[in-house]
Every structure is written in C-alpha cells, then in structure tokens.
C-alpha cells in the first residue's frame, strides 16, 4: 500500500527558505496530481500547491504565489516544495498528499476532497 512520508521541516528565519518533500513509498504513485496543504496554529488546513503528476502542471494558493514552487520527479516518486521568502504567515504544519487517478479541475485540487492518501505532516516554524 502506498504511504506518504514528509520530510523537511524545520524552523527558519524570516526571509529565508526551506524546502519539504514528500515521497510515496510501497510502490509507485499512480494518481492524477499531489498537493501541499497547511494547518497554521488556530486555523482550518488550506490548500498551498498542488502538480499533476503526469504533465506537471502547477497550482498555487495566491499567498505563496512567487515564492513557493512546487514539483515533481516521477522516476523517484517524490514530490518537492521550494518555499522561499518565507514569512511568519507561513508557519504551519504542512502535509503532503495525493488524489485517485481520476482526473480534477484546477478548482478541485485546492480543495481536500479528492485527495484521498495523505503524509503525516512536518512542522515549518518561521521566527522573526
């Protein structure tokens, strides 16, 4: 069964960047697309990215726009988010995840509904 493990966390100065990854292990990911999502302190989880697997087409929430970047290696099973100019906004705990094989629309894939298989979250912390 595959599984989605996050990594790459941590705690991070104002300005600076981090990178998360997330890699399915216990077999190849077979999805239509993965995304990112976030639960900051006292919040409900919002969707971050998001990238179809097979043509690595990009989404973003307008918040990171420009800042984060979101991709993919299919040979690797490993999805990456390059977060950039991170700010105190940003701290969350982030979570990786991925949809069934049906396709989605750009709309759909910013919200949690299709994304059935989820990694365990890492914490991204961002001080001043």
């Known amino acids: 069964q595959v599984q989605l493990v996050t990594s790459g966390g941590g705690l991070v100065q104002t300005g600076g960047s981090l990178t998360l990854s997330c890699v399915a292990s216990?077999?190849?990911?077979?999805?239509?697309?993965m995304g990112w999502f976030r639960r900051a302190p006292g919040k409900e989880r919002e969707f971050v990215s998001a990238i179809r697997w097979s043509q690595g087409f990009t989404l973003y929430a307008d918040s990171v726009k420009g800042r984060f970047i979101i991709s993919r290696d299919n040979a690797e099973n490993t999805v990456t988010l390059q977060m950039n100019s991170l700010q105190a906004e940003d701290t969350a705990v982030y979570y990786c995840?991925?949809?069934?094989?049906?396709?989605?629309?750009?709309?759909?894939?910013?919200?949690?509904?299709?994304?059935?298989?989820w990694g365990q979250g890492t914490q991204v912390t961002v001080s001043s």
């Open positions: 995840a991925g949809t069934g094989s049906g396709f989605h629309y750009n709309k759909e894939l910013s919200q949690e509904w299709p994304y059935h298989l």
């Open positions: 216990g077999g190849a990911f077979r999805g239509h697309a």
